[in-house]
């Protein structure tokens, strides 16, 4: 079992930057794709970001150059840093992980809100 515990959401003007913390605990390993989704009310969840085999990295169109991920195995955390926020990336964001099972592992959402 793998429980995930995200930090660091909360309200910035836009043009500013915050930094979210997704603690990974249980049956993980440095391999384990992890990553960051996001779900504004009324859309899909959407994929942000995700570092994949602990080295490659993905982002959306719509946050590259803005927003930077990146892991610590030694603290089994991965980290999002999000500048210059719009007010479209208002969301809960979510952190996600699979395993080499392809077992799908979620945290419980922290709200990011962006104000104009």
């Known amino acids: 079992q793998v429980q995930l515990v995200e930090s660091g959401g909360g309200l910035v003007q836009a043009g500013g930057s915050l930094r979210l913390s997704c603690a990974a605990s249980?049956?993980?390993?440095?391999?384990?794709?992890m990553g960051w989704y996001r779900q504004a009310p009324g859309n899909q969840r959407e994929l942000v970001a995700e570092?994949?085999?602990?080295?490659?990295?993905n982002y959306a169109d719509s946050v590259k150059g803005r927003f930077t991920i990146s892991r610590d195995n030694n603290k089994n955390t991965v980290y999002l840093q999000m500048n210059s926020l719009k007010p479209e990336d208002t969301a809960v964001y979510y952190c996600h992980l699979l395993d080499s099972r392809y077992m799908n592992y979620w945290g419980q959402g922290t709200q990011v809100t962006v104000s104009s």
């Open positions: 249980g049956s993980t390993r440095s391999g384990d794709r």
């Open positions: 570092i994949i085999n602990g080295r490659s990295t």
